[in-house]
């Protein structure tokens, strides 16, 4: 099975909450260019074999074990399985690559074992793991408001354009993207921007963490002025970065 990327289309951080966290809103949109895969097959003990892109951790504590456990918690006589994971999407670059892989064990486990979860209950579970992880449930594009967990369906389509992205040599945490952050609302809500052509985009559609990740890591920048310099439409750091992606026309 593919697990694949995603872009953020735009990323507007709006508000503080009163436990830290800060309210955004952005639109999840799938990358199926860009994939991990990942295969399952019935073992006498739980193990996670990886391969590909570097992953860093314990294996124990990746997030398709940890999926593969929230779904025995449920279904105590789920058998142990060995888990094949080839990693393509790199990590710390705001692709949702993690995220991806937890939602697709998920659904993967509830269709191999026919635990006939319907795609209510997997997002359920799948927030458990993280705020992006339901998303990669039903995988299609996502108005996501809240902390990225609240999803209303979007009319986005940019399968007419080809959408590339690149990965300088650095990853950005999520607490130095915050870490300069001061919460706006903006004049005109991403809902209704992601709406205007493509090739509006340019003028109407931010990244907030771009004013405070650029500074400190000018090759992201220079990255996304690439972009543009080789025709894009449309050029953005995605989520908290490091990726840049580009759109263009075919």
Known sequence: MLCNAKINL??????????????????????????????????????????????????????VMKAYRLLRDEFPDLPPVHIRLTKRIPTGAGLGGGSSDAAFTLRLLNERFSLRLPDIRLEQLALRLGADCPFFIRNTPVFATGVGEVFEPIPVDLSRYDIRIVKPRVSVSTREAFSHITPHRPEVSLRKVVTRPVEEWRELMTNDFEASVFPCHPEIAEAKQRMYDAGALYASMSGSGSAVYGIFMR
């Open 10 to 63: 735009g990323l507007n951080i709006v508000g503080r909450r009163p436990d830290g966290y800060h309210d955004l809103e952005t639109v999840f949109y799938p990358v199926h260019g860009l994939a991990d895969e990942l295969h399952l097959e019935e073992s006498d003990t739980l193990r996670l074999t990886c391969g590909g892109v570097w992953v860093e951790g314990d294996a124990d504590d990746n997030l």
